[in-house]
């Protein structure tokens, strides 16, 4: 049995599923996850591009975002990430997603309260929320499987499955991604090609090479 901290070194340890915020096809060949921060000021450069590169990539990728509060240098990522997932309740996750990372000045309890009141999200009912913690749980479960993936920043990426060493400029994300996408079809083909060889009947398949020649004794 592994301990809940066991980490799994460069590969994403718990697969995306239905508890995550997820982008894009279901069926896409890339996916992307992001543990970030809503307070941590690398996140917030990041995510425009993270925006762009689903825009380019529509078809070819879906994109999960877990949570990654730094509570020990950024006081408001929890509570703010508690807020997103208030508003994901009320199937609001992504407009207050990118508020949040374009906003950070204003993560503060009562400006990001009257925040959400503007989005048109009931202000009361969640402070009430944010105040009982009501989705802390979702937001350390998060926290806990990027522990045990490894992460120890923000932003980090996982594509496939597999930690992102690369840059997080467009470009580099956008060949990061093709790749992947390249590599998830070269291994649907050889696995479609097995199966038509594991298809074949007996009597179809190329017979043994029975050529018999003459030995040395």
Not at 9 to 30: F, I, Q, S, T, Y
Not at 49 to 69: G, K, S
């Amino acid at each position: 049995m592994t301990s809940p901290l066991t980490t799994t070194g460069d590969w994403l340890a718990v697969p995306v599923d239905d508890r995550d915020h997820v982008l894009g096809p279901e069926d896409a060949p890339v996916t992307l996850v992001e543990y970030g921060d809503y307070q941590c000021p690398y996140c917030a450069r990041a995510h425009p591009i993270v925006q762009e590169l689903l825009r380019r990539r529509t078809n070819l990728m879906r994109f999960a975002y877990r949570h990654f509060p730094l509570i020990n240098i950024h006081p408001y990522a929890e509570p703010a990430a508690e807020a997103a997932e208030a508003a994901g309740a009320r199937g609001r996750f992504w407009p207050v997603h990118d508020w949040l990372f374009a906003n950070q000045e204003w993560l503060s309890p009562v400006t990001l309260i009257a925040a959400l009141v503007d989005m048109g999200l009931d202000g009361e009912a969640i402070a009430r929320e944010l105040r009982d913690h009501n989705f802390l749980d979702k937001v350390q479960s998060d926290f806990v499987s990027g522990v045990r993936s490894g992460v120890n920043g923000t932003p980090t990426f996982f594509i496939n499955g597999l930690r992102y060493e690369g840059g997080h400029s467009l470009p580099e994300l956008v060949t990061a991604v093709d790749a992947a996408a390249a590599a998830a079809r070269a291994s649907d083909t050889s696995r479609a090609a097995g199966g038509r060889l594991s298809a074949t009947p007996r009597e179809a398949r190329p017979a043994p090479d029975t050529d018999t020649k003459e030995r040395s004794s």
